[in-house]
């Protein structure tokens, strides 16, 4: 009896031990540790792509030429996100200047497209695809800004690794494989889209080679030529004939008077830290505005994944999405209230609007006064960082694909609301609200961490819970991305919609049943959604030991590296 109890017992704990799966790494939901080098790091969702950057970097370059490599390789090898037909915006950290610079590269509308037409046309919400949704791609003017300011390559050198693969070809990776697949059944009745992203007449699967020479041409172009080749010469050209042929707007002069704009970050302070992100047009003062209000509560002793946590995280959402809504627009045609949105007085009054043991239905936007994307990150050995975020808009974007260019043009002028009054209503050459955000964390005005997430409306909410993870959790770099994610959908949009029964609540699997059952006793609608927690990369620098962090996100098919 007392030799079958010592069997007992050794077998319950053996179990004990697989079930609580102790690691020497932490967190049982790490994927892996850190990746920490000492004279770059780059961190991408192509692994391909990030030896693109880390082989600019050993070659001389410094993180901007390694990042804008980066982000042509992406182009290429994940259309299902990004290209040269969307828009972008990056965060750098110059180590000359010991200052962050912001780039604003969206696109504006249309200048011969008017409201008028839409209402004489029966248009409620601009459509999500087709020629009338398509901006300004200010991709490739951002590049150059960023090469011209802070590059030490030349462009025709950043760009040949993209050229080289576009040439040659590339084996495709599961995820963006899944992606593609579904674009094209949508997408391939656009004109073009067949030649370019079907070959054989069909999706590519995972480990198929693909190659797009259109594209390694219209790259040369571009390497050659500069900037104005792609907005001013026979690419703008091709462009707006084949914009006019399909019934759409976009014209050469649209193109040719495109700028992209250096504007200041934005930041609040955070338990000591300061959180930067870049001004409306985008959305990350949503995510300062979450981090405002979370700051009056003592997030740390709720603990992780607890239902406590969640409930304020989600109603610091709503009510952060509500001014969202009404506020977040163009500042060239708008007086946005930045100021006062990010004020510690202002998330006081906000705070005060959420119930301790109650999910919130519906939330005023405050009174003042007054679907996929790429995100990628790269510092080098002199200490300069950038963070940066590229995207089509809705995955592969708006279906138009230009005759022999090789990339698809974006949809982002879907997110312009059709309702006069609103600050976000469309008007010829305006900048839509934009989702994509890079985000940068500093202490005592020294660098950090260089961090991105994803995803759509994910991004704020992602943006906010690694903060939080990291800073009232004590997560280390990887396990803060690969931590269970919240994402909560159905809040009042920039395009108009209104949120009128509190939303749908998104757990990703590693939240407890216990927490779901309390969280659906507070009003909370559960439901369960596969993907579309986005997807994270991060760069963090270690100022005693001088050396850089990565994080790569687990969700995605991406590397972090260093040398």
Request: aromatic letters at 12%; one cysteine or more; hydrophobic letters at 35%.
């Amino acid at each position: 009896m007392k030799k079958i109890s010592w069997i007992l017992l050794l077998f319950l704990t053996i179990v004990t031990s697989a079930f609580s799966q102790d690691r020497i790494t932490g967190h049982n939901f790490a994927t892996r540790s850190e990746v920490i080098a000492q004279h770059g790091m780059a961190c991408t969702s192509q692994p391909l792509a990030t030896q693109v950057a880390l082989d600019i970097l050993k070659q001389g370059g410094n993180a901007i030429d390694a990042a804008i490599a980066a982000n042509a390789t992406i182009g290429l090898m994940e259309p299902t996100g990004n290209g040269l037909g969307g828009d972008i915006f990056a965060i750098v950290w110059d180590a000359k200047t010991k200052k962050l610079y912001g780039l604003n590269g969206s696109g504006r509308s249309p200048k011969s497209l008017t409201l008028d037409y839409f209402k004489e046309n029966g248009y409620k919400k601009i459509p999500s695809h087709g020629p009338l949704p398509v901006s300004v791609p200010g991709c490739v003017d951002g590049w150059f800004e960023l090469n011209k300011k802070f590059g030490t390559m030349k462009m025709k050198d950043i760009l040949q690794p993209a050229i080289n693969y576009a040439r040659n070809g590339f084996p495709l990776t599961e995820l963006i494989a899944y992606y593609w697949q579904g674009g094209a059944r949508y997408l391939q009745r656009f004109p073009n889209f067949k030649e370019i992203y079907m070959p054989d007449g069909h999706a590519l699967t995972k480990g198929e080679i693909f190659k797009n020479p259109y594209l390694a041409n219209t790259l040369e172009k571009i390497a050659k030529g500069g900037r104005d080749a792609f907005y001013k010469g026979d690419i703008a050209r091709i462009i707006d004939k084949f914009m006019h042929e399909q019934g759409g707007f976009l014209s050469y002069e649209d193109l040719a008077s495109h700028h992209s704009e250096w504007v200041e970050p934005i930041s609040v302070s955070y338990r000591g830290y300061d959180i930067w992100e870049l001004p409306p047009n985008g959305q990350g003062t949503a995510a300062l505005q979450m981090l405002n209000i979370l700051e009056g509560y003592d997030i740390s002793s709720m603990g992780f994944g607890s239902a406590e946590y969640i409930h304020y995280f989600t109603e610091a959402k709503k009510l952060a999405f509500e001014d969202r809504a009404k506020y977040y627009a163009d500042p060239d045609f708008n007086e946005i209230p930045v100021k006062q949105l990010l004020s510690k007085d202002y998330a006081a009054k906000r705070r005060e609007l959420i119930k301790p043991d109650r999910a919130g239905r519906s939330y005023p936007a405050g009174e003042l006064e007054q679907g996929n994307t790429i995100y990628l990150t790269v510092a080098d050995q002199w200490g300069n960082m950038v963070s940066l975020i590229q995207s089509n808009y809705r995955g592969m974007g708006s279906g138009m694909v230009p005759p022999k260019l090789g990339f698809i043009l974006q949809d982002r002028g879907e997110l312009f609301s059709l309702e006069e009054g609103h600050m976000n209503c469309y008007e010829p050459g305006k900048r839509p609200f934009h989702t994509i955000i890079p985000a940068f964390i500093t202490k005592d005005g020294k660098p950090w961490i260089s961090f991105g997430l994803m995803g759509g409306a994910m991004q704020p909410q992602g943006h906010t819970q690694i903060v939080v993870n990291l800073l009232d959790f004590g997560m280390n770099l990887q396990e803060a991305g690969d931590a269970p994610r919240i994402s909560h959908g159905g809040s009042s949009q920039p395009t108009g919609e209104k949120m009128t029964d509190g939303g749908i609540l998104h757990l990703e699997s590693g939240i407890d049943y216990d927490t779901l059952r309390k969280l659906m006793s507070m009003g909370y609608k559960i439901q369960w959604m596969k993907g579309g927690y986005g997807g994270y990369q991060a760069i963090m620098w270690d100022e005693k030991n001088k050396v850089y962090f990565g994080a790569s996100e687990s969700r995605k098919d991406g590397q972090a590296a260093g040398y």
